[in-house]
């Protein structure tokens, strides 16, 4: 039998638990990850596949296993279970098999991808590149938000692109979501955008005809921004087009109100692109 190499992150001498790691866990390319059943057991709702049913006595002798997966998906697995941070970011084929793997090791994936936990970096990494699938994933767990991170790159989609595997995988709630997305972002901007900064009573520095001059400027701008691509338009944009109309307001109500009014759509659109 070949000899095993230790894991560089989980090796007889890593500073993972108070006692001794008390099982060897080697991976089918013969890593070996020196954990501890105590911190498995904590986690697992299957004792690990059945491979232990109660926690081994501590000072006992080491018990080893030997498992299907790779050593990269065993390093994710492990890393998820002790909630420690990631060297370096695991390949997304790693991350997919791993997570599908929490399954078989009765590890709860909406409890351990979530903000916050050292998973949910790499996949928000892997989103950029590969959003489709990072949320057919999201989808099939609920996880609700690591799904609205990858949407920001899947509004552009062709949903031709959504193949029968992406749609079984993330479920019909996600895909109605993804496939309703990017015309509600439209919809939801238009309607931002139409509602101008609102109007005081007319006095004698700042008559009725002075107000329309700022509406009518306000009208021209937002034609401009939604004439572009909108379901995905930076807040900074929708700042950067619509605060430069205060520079031809001499009222001090006015450009109060544009003020508050630009700050509106930006809180409003925020919040919106961090949904689904």
Known sequence: MATSVPSPAFHPTANLDSYPSDIVVTSSDRI??????????SVSTNHFASLLIQPLPIGGKLKVFLLGEDSQVLNVVFHTIYLKPFGQSPSPVAVFVAIDAFNKYG??????IRPNTPLFP???AHAANDPLNVYAV?????????????????????PEDVTDEHAV???PIYLKRLLLLRPARKRL???LLLQGPSEHPPTPQCGVDNQRRTGRQWDLMITNLLSGPTPNLPSATIQATLSPIGNHIGCRDCKAALDERIQQIVTNWEKARKTI
């Open 32 to 41: 070996a990850f020196y954990v501890h059943s105590r911190r498995i057991l």
């Open 107 to 112: 590890i709860p994936v909406d409890q351990y």
């Open 122 to 124: 790499p996949l928000l």
């Open 138 to 158: 999201a989808g099939q767990y609920n996880l609700y938000e690591l799904a609205a991170a990858a949407s920001a790159h899947l509004l552009a989609l062709d």
């Open 169 to 171: 995988r993330m479920g």
């Open 189 to 191: 901007l238009e309607e």
